[in-house]
């Protein structure tokens, strides 16, 4: 059965280039297959050969090269990814305080809210590039 193809998430994978398998953390994977159906942006997919599990890479268009080599970057296209990573850090910043505050409440409000905290740390974890 085919593996269900997902947005690949984590800082380690983001940070190798999208090489690194963001399921089990394999370098063993092919990537390729770019398709660009959405305005600034490209999808390239990849597979772990060790886990077997697929995903797709996006990369934002900042710019190109043109035949002698001189770059032409698109810097609002630059600000807007600075802007999102300034989002993302924010966000797992909330994620962490509401599991900490989670961590102070009583056992019977926790069992009551078990689900929503277990989906929080699994978000969490998920943003982190962890493996869940």
Do not use: F
Request: hydrophobic content about 25%; some cysteine.
């Amino acid at each position: 059965m085919p593996q269900e193809n997902v947005w690949a998430t984590g800082p380690e994978h983001c940070e190798n280039g999208g090489t690194t398998c963001p399921y089990c953390g394999s370098k063993n994977t092919e990537t390729g297959g770019s398709e660009g159906n959405y305005p600034g942006q490209l999808i390239d997919g990849g597979h772990c050969l060790d886990c077997g599990k697929t995903w797709g890479n996006l990369y934002n268009i900042a710019g190109w090269y043109d035949e002698e080599d001189k770059l032409h970057e698109d810097t609002e296209q630059m600000d807007e990814a600075e802007r999102l990573k300034e989002v993302n850090a924010a966000l797992l910043e909330a994620l962490e305080s509401n599991l900490q505050a989670w961590e102070g409440e009583e056992d019977s409000v926790k069992e009551e809210h078990a689900d929503l905290i277990e989906e929080t740390r699994s978000a969490l974890a998920k943003a982190r590039g962890e493996v869940v």
